[in-house]
C-alpha cells in the first residue's frame, strides 16, 4: 500500500539522526511505562501519563519523517478500566485537555488520524472530541495515525464477525480477506513491526490479527524518554530481520 505524501512536514528543529535505511510500513506502538517513569522520579502516576502523552506528538513526527506510512499507538485498552478508578478518571480528563491541541498539531503536520476500537462507554464528550480529531484530518494525505483506545485485539475480531453475520454472509464464505475488510484497520497493510517499551515481552492484546508476521522488538526504556534516536535503532534491528513469513529464505 503506498499512501501520498507519506512524509509529513515537521514543524520541528532539523533531524538530528539520519534517516534510516529500512523502514517499516505499518509500525505499532505499545507505550509502556508510565507510572514507573514517574515513580523514579517520585512523582504521581499521572504525571507519567502527562509526559507520555507529549511524546505521542514528538515520535509521530519522527516517523512520518522517516517515511512509516502508518502508526499505530495503543492509548488505551479495553483491559485498562480496570485499574485504580482514580487513574482512569485523570486518564480521561487528560485525554479531554489535549485532544484539541495535539489534534490541530498533527493537522499541521498533515497527519490523518483514525481511531481504532469502540466509543461505547466512553465519556459522550471524550468520545465527541476523538470524532471531531477524526474529522478534522479526514482528508489529509500524510502518516496514517490509529489511535487504540478503548481497544482490545480480540475485541476487535468479534466485531468483524458480527459485520459478516449482519451482512447474511454464509459461514462457508467468510475468508481471511474478508475478516480483514470488516476490521477497525480496513484498507491498511498488516503490522510490520510491534515495538514495546518499558521492558515487557507481550503483546496485551494489541492487534492480533495485524500482527500475525509483525517483528517483536522490546526495549527498556519507559515511553516518556523513547525518543527519535530510539525510534531509529528500533528500525535499523528490523532491517537486520530476515522475514519469511512461513517460507524459507
Known amino acids: 500500500m503506498a499512501i501520498a505524501g507519506a512524509q509529513a512536514q515537521s514543524t520541528t528543529n532539523a533531524i538530528a539522526e539520519p534517516r534510516p535505511a529500512t523502514v517499516p510500513a505499518h509500525v505499532g506502538i505499545i507505550m509502556d511505562g508510565n507510572g514507573r517513569w514517574a515513580n523514579r522520579r517520585g512523582l504521581p502516576r499521572l504525571a507519567g501519563h502527562h509526559a507520555g502523552t507529549e511524546n505521542v506528538r514528538r515520535i509521530t513526527i519522527a516517523c512520518a519523517d522517516a517515511g512509516v506510512e502508518v502508526l499505530t499507538i495503543y492509548a488505551f485498552s479495553t483491559e485498562n478500566w480496570r485499574r485504580p478508578a482514580d487513574e482512569v478518571v485523570g486518564l480521561m480528563r487528560l485525554l479531554l485537555q489535549r485532544i484539541d491541541r495535539e489534534a490541530a498539531e498533527l493537522h499541521r503536520n498533515n497527519v490523518k488520524i483514525r481511531h481504532v476500537g469502540a466509543l461505547e462507554g466512553v465519556q459522550p464528550r471524550l468520545a465527541e472530541r476523538v470524532r471531531a480529531a477524526v474529522d478534522l484530518t479526514r482528508s489529509n494525505t500524510g502518516l496514517v495515525l490509529n489511535v487504540a483506545f478503548n481497544y482490545g485485539g480480540r475485541q476487535e475480531i468479534a466485531r468483524a464477525v458480527q459485520r459478516l453475520m449482519a451482512q447474511g454472509v454464509r459461514p462457508e464464505d467468510v475468508t481471511e480477506e474478508l475478516i480483514d475488510r470488516h476490521l477497525d484497520t480496513a484498507g491498511l497493510p498488516d503490522l510490520d513491526l510491534v515495538i514495546r517499551t518499558g521492558g515487557e515481552m507481550r503483546l496485551s492484546n494489541f492487534l492480533l490479527w495485524q500482527a500475525a508476521y509483525a517483528e517483536y522488538y522490546s526495549t527498556p526504556?519507559?515511553?516518556?524518554?523513547?525518543?527519535?534516536?530510539?525510534?531509529?535503532?528500533?528500525?535499523?534491528?528490523?532491517?537486520?530481520r530476515v522475514r519469511r513469513f512461513g517460507g524459507l529464505s
Open 221 to 240: 526504556i519507559c515511553w516518556p524518554d523513547f525518543g527519535r534516536e530510539e525510534l531509529y535503532q528500533a528500525f535499523a534491528e528490523f532491517g537486520r
